[in-house]
């Protein structure tokens, strides 16, 4: 049985008198590839944030990487990946500038990053590339670069943050056989999606709606538990008992 790399019990975020996210409890398994959906408002990214350390709950409790969310969160920082919908990249640096200043970043050493760097450029058929500014890229390109950066240093988990959003179905493919490979070598990928197809390709997912856990499991069971065809139809269902807009 593999051993679980995040663990949270009611998990809790407030803003003033609004509950972003509402005691959620669930567990996530070593090398897992973990879906995290919801509609926009639903606390997702909130809740994401509090698992990276960035964001300090209200309430709950927690381990991610083996740390204490509370007391840990910079040993965290330190074990995860992260990748944001808006690219974890800087536009006015080399391909191999940016691929470099993460290795330092994430605390490798000068050799290491010089080797890898090679490695990585090689194995994203981006050896043409390695002087090209990162803004010259088409956005496919970036968001390849941008998770192969996010985990470089081999992490232990990587989040990340809708990460095909904006580009072609064919694009959106070949990023999940990177996933694919990610998780093959033991990562554990924890992934925020709008697209319902790519829901189909986690082992299993967690769908919110107005900042609670509603539904947890694999798409196969959940579609048969609301007797869909297909992982959209069961987020609609959901969706419509949502009672909060946009947040």
Sequence with gaps: MSKKVIEVFN?????????????????????????FLGANGAGKTTAMQMLCGISMPTAGEGTVAGYDIIKENERIKRNIGYMSQKFSLYEDLKVWENIRLFGGIYGLSDKTIAEKTNELLKQLDFEQERNTLVKYLPLGWKQKLAFSVAIFHEPRIVFLDEPTGGVDPAMRRQFWEMIYDAADRGITVFVTTHYMDEAEYCNRVSIMVDGRIDAL???????????????????????????????
């Design 11 to 35: 998990l809790t975020k407030k803003f003033g008198n609004f509950t972003a996210v509402d005691r959620i409890s669930f567990d996530v398994k070593e090398g897992e590839i973990f879906g």
């Design 217 to 247: 499991d694999t798409p196969a069971e959940l579609r048969r538990r609301f007797s869909a065809d297909s992982m959209d139809e069961v987020f609609r269902q959901l969706a419509r008992k949502a009672k909060r807009g946009d947040q």
